[in-house]
């Protein structure tokens, strides 16, 4: 990422703007003066504040997004030195980050604004952290950094904008792409007719997508982004009128200054348009994409689009000099198949009294996120009336263009703003605004539930403006327009127990020490895999994978999955070896694929073991229960969205089948293993080296294999070095990701909600290939209790085999699968005694010396400890034997070279083993560095993986380190003034567990921690928000808080995205549709909860690991389950209100189109419901009928009648009209002929060939006249 500098006349002098260097075509640039983040400051000088600050607050984890986020940071303090909190949040908008949980990032950057103290609490008058803690008696800390070590932000001191950049001008051809740069309005029309075919390009950020991702080559480019009319802003009577190269971040900035000015009723679509701008993607996109290049692209999900189209605004367009306005209330097709599509202006009307205006948006994620549905609505009152003169609602993400709801318009006109007319209105747009049930982007029923909620929200936003005739529904209308997006400023705090007094100060064991590559992390200097430097002759390597899930290669193989490896293409570079790859063409005979757990299930395609754990008496124990519940729970899988994507480069050594392996994975040793037997060659030949990773989680243990396999086989055929990092999309589509599961159970309990006795089934998705699988299975089945003692347990685990990519090992493994469905059943039974979840939670929970259902007894239980400091649902977590290794140089000046077993990818492993060899050896952090893992001096290794990697590789250092001052020994007898000591223990147990027989010990120790979170949802919409997280984690003694809570908040917000957000979305033919961060959506700055504290349990000594520590990177994961039964509860709530109260199944992740779906009101009943099966009808008989219509109240009716169906004599069709509302529901729900496209006539015979079937209701697919 970069931040630009330009010169736009009319609106800015010098601005500065961060932007997305991936989108931002490079001729763009001219005129421009980038700055990166190597640019503001390096670790040999100086760091910038914004480096350092990110670094000493423990914000750079792996360090992949730092530099992005550091960008973002110094944009923000070039354009505005003293910026409040709320500004730097919006500064984060379009930044990710896969490790930390963002609370680092903005505590460190807290100290820049000048609203805030330290916690953010002050803002909200209940005290600062700080007070608390000089109130306690115990050595507790709330600060992980001290800032008062920061150097001070200096603006004098940036750099100028280079005066030399100050011109215009320019053409630049390449080697298929020409760009013209155009500099006036005439010119711009004179390259049009010279290349009718041009793009014009501004922003580039759909057009960049276009020809990124779908192929699209446009050999001439037009660029008028420094055409002054084009970026001129007028002020009217009238309105406002932007250049339509004018960047939405401008936009938004005059229009701000316009409605500070404005009496409010004038300002109202200007307040419309702002709301929609701070959903609009991020900063980085909004800086560059322009208005006319949003109206261009017609998108139907376009933000801004209903917005205009509402509010009748107008476009001026040129062609040959002649200037034409063109309103954009015709539907948006009109102007996008106009054969003038040169946008010179868009402008804005100004209000008048009598007239409102809003806009909504739903998205899966709130920030920087594209529209699910989208709207823009407008009503103007006859004068001094509550009598609708003009109505326009617009929507977006409703049809292929942005549409305007006509029909239900034209009848509204006229009619008093009452509850009649909102009555209507649903009844109407429930018509109009219908979709197929395979409309592109399903979610039919919540996209159409969410045109009535918009225009409900619209209804009561009118009433509350036009209050004064309606007090009485005044405030229940503020009640439900509340948004849940209000902006409350972010607060944090952590706690954690200080070194005990008296700790050398040398010693820095349990100290916050910074992340060792933090400072290099933050300043670019930081070297990831394909950092590497080019070597000469090296080639690239683009991955050719299969379009089909299941099909027969002609003359080939067979292909079972899409993504599925089947050839690679080399080349001189990444763009030709790219191109070359696209141009391949196979050829396949299909086969049917199984994609679903439950396609699976129907044709028992499971992989072989089956596990199981039985204890105690399940029969017995349903006869003793008071009562029985079953029922099923869904998890979809998760992306692991490590921000490096994989990597590997091969370099050939040139004798004896030697070969470097440069590569992004948590497993070196597997690593050299596969490469080794892919060349036919022993593994000594084969070295590893894995300098960082920028995030692994679980899914570079094993699944990196299938590309270095591949690059290495590449370097070996041709000796020469090859590369090859995978783009987002192929990484998404190749690597699979965490198993899907469905847990099918039966629980037993009494009337107190004691359980008794369960049941459970667990089924994953585990893809093409065992991978992990049967690991990932025996971890749920082992989890399956979460905290709880049930005496009777009767459980199966099934691995099933499908047509995805083989899924894999993820943050967690199998337990949060097991877990979740844990807690599923849990919260259910509560409800079912009609007791408080907690309570009943509570009781269940284990006791101190108790048996597990795998029958290991529970020592050192901290849970109940935890639970009384944080009062809600609870996790464990466990562990066993692996290997490990560690190579510990001293050199003869006293500097130590430490390599381990472990690879860091910024869980700050390196920096725990520096600390570990700081202490075994008695020498500062300082002497010691860690160069990079290498399977040439620690063999053998473990993956980083499962949390174990501190362990392990901490005792194999301590080992190490206790050999050398052995072998050190006789010197310091000769030399007792040496600091060096001597370390004795060996703590890896014997581990093991016997499925048969249920016995063994599967983990040396458990980890233990309680999170308690509160949400808010919006029942109309489905959002919701994070209100407060408490979390308190046992970790044992830690050996760094700093990073122990930076993997306890990561985790946790990996998990947040895991059960309410992160939806991978597949077709039914096995396509994965959600293949980047456009579609897949993880956590951003805003979705962590509003107000976050974390704390350690102190004095939890762990005698099982290195220095009392525990593990931490994935038990905290789990936690975040308590978000997803917060919403749970929250819809229950919402349930009560339609007299519902029976337990509901709601399967994660809890998207805001479940939430919405499941929070059944007069909205959701209004629409047809989905989940139709289509059934061919061709070998049913009596398959004939006859079409007839029929006037009625509502509207024309269109109808069946004849033997379609043994139970259905006959059932309505509706013309584009809904019935009213108290019409059977069977009646109420079938398909309209006009989707079909097809001229039915009345009284005239059809047959009807296929039906999609619903349990009450047919909708008919297909139809054909019968002669
Ligand atoms: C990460 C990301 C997030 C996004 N989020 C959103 C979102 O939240 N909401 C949303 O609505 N969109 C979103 N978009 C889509 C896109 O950013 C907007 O549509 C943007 O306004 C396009 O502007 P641009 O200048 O980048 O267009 P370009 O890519 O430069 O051009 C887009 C199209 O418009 C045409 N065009 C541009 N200017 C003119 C003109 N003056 N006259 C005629 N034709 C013209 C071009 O020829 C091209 O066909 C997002 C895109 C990305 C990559
Ligand atoms: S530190 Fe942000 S992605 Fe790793």
Known sequence: METLANEMTLIYSFSHHTANACLFPVCALHHVAVTTVEGIGNTKSRLHPAQERIAKSHGSQCGFCTPGIVMSMYTLLRNKPEPKMEDIEDAFQGNLCRCTGYRPILEGYRTFAKDLNCCGRVANGTGCCRSERENSMVMMSSSLFN??????????QEPIFPPELMQKQLCFKGERVMWIQPTTLKELVALKSQYPNAKLVVGNTEVGIEMRLK????????????????????????GVTFGAACTLSSVEEVLRKVVAELPPYKAEVFQAVLEQLRWFAGPQIRNVAALGGNIMTASPISDLNPVLMASGSKLTLVSTRKLLAFPCDTEGSGIVNSPLPWIVRSGQNLKMEGEYFSAFKQASRREDDIAIVTCGMRVLFQDGTNRVEEIKLSYGGMAPTTVLALKTCKELTGRDWNEKLLQDACRLLAGEMDLSPSAPGGMVDFRRTLTLSFFFKFY???????????????????????????????????????????????????????????????CGEAVYCDDIPHYENELYLTLVTSTKAHAKILSLHIVTCVGHIIGAVLADTQEHSRRAAKVVKIKYEELKPIVTIQEAIEKQSFLKSIKRINKGDVKKGFEESDHILEGEMYLGGQEHFYLETHCTLAVPKGEDGEMELFVSTQNPMKTQEFAANALGVPSNRIVVRVKRMGGGFGGKETRNTILTTAVAVAAFKTGRPVRCMLDRDEDMLISGGRHPFLGRYKVGFMKNGKVKSLEVS?????????DLSYGVMDRALLHLDNSYNIPNVSSVGIVCKTNLPSNTAFR??????????????????????????EEVRKLNLYHEGDLTHFNQKLEGFTLRRCWDECLSSSSYHVFWSCLAGALVHVYTDGSVLLTHGGTEMGQGLHTKMIQVASRSLGIPTSNIYISETSTNTVPNTSPTAASVSADINGMAVHNACQTILKRLEPIKQSNPKGSWE???????????????????????????GVACSEVEI??????????????????????????????????????????????????????????????????????????????????????????????????????SASVFYAIKDAIYSARKDSGLTEPFRLDSPATPERIRNACVDIFTKMVTPSGFTVCSLASLPHMECVCWSQW???????????????????????????????MPPNERQIHRPALLGLPLQEGLPYSINEVAVHPSILQVLSIEQKH
């Open 1192 to 1222: 009625s109240r509502s509207g024309i009716r269109a109808g069946w009648e004849g033997r379609l169906w043994p139970c259905l004599s006959r059932w309505f069709l509706f013309h584009g009209h809904y019935p009213s509302f108290n």
């Open 982 to 1008: 001597d370390w004795v223990s060996c703590l890896i147990p014997d581990l093991g567990y016997d499925f048969e027989k249920n016995e063994g010990k599967p983990f040396c120790y458990f980890s233990y």
């Open 762 to 770: 667990y089924y994953g998705n585990g893809g093409n290939s065992v």
């Open 1018 to 1119: 919006d029942c109309l919409t489905g959002d919701h928000k994070n209100i407060r997280t408490d979390i308190v984690m046992d970790v044992g003694t830690s050996l760094n808080p700093a990073i122990d809570i930076g993997q306890i908040e990561g985790a946790f917000v990996q998990g947040l995205g895991l059960f309410t957000m992160e939806e991978l979305r597949y077709s039914p033919e096995g396509n994965l549709y959600t293949r980047g961060p456009g579609m897949y959506k993880i956590p951003a700055f805003g979705d962590i909860p509003t107000e976050f504290y974390v704390s350690l349990l102190r004095d939890c000594p762990n005698s099982k690991a290195v220095y009392s520590s525990k593990a931490v990177g994935e038990p905290p994961l789990f936690l």
């Open 147 to 156: 800032s008062s070590e920061f150097q001070p932000l200096d603006p004098t």
């Open 812 to 837: 967690g493994f199998g337990g949060p699968q097991g877990m979740m469905i844990a807690e599923c059943w849990m919260s259910d039974l509560a409800r079912k005694c009609g007791l408080p979840p």
């Open 215 to 238: 192929n699209m080559l446009y050999p001439v480019i037009i660029a008028p982004a420094w055409i002054s009319e084009m970026n001129a802003v007028q002020h009217t009577e009238t």
């Open 460 to 522: 009561l936003t009118v009433l509350q403006k036009l209050s004064k005739n309606y007090n009485g529904t005044v405030s229940a209308a503020r009640e439900v327009l509340q948004s849940c997006f209000t902006k409350i400023p972010f607060q944090s705090c952590v706690l954690l127990q200080e070194v005990p007094r008296g700790q050398a100060v040398e010693d820095m064991v349990g100290r916050p020490l910074m992340h060792v590559s933090a400072a290099k992390q933050a």
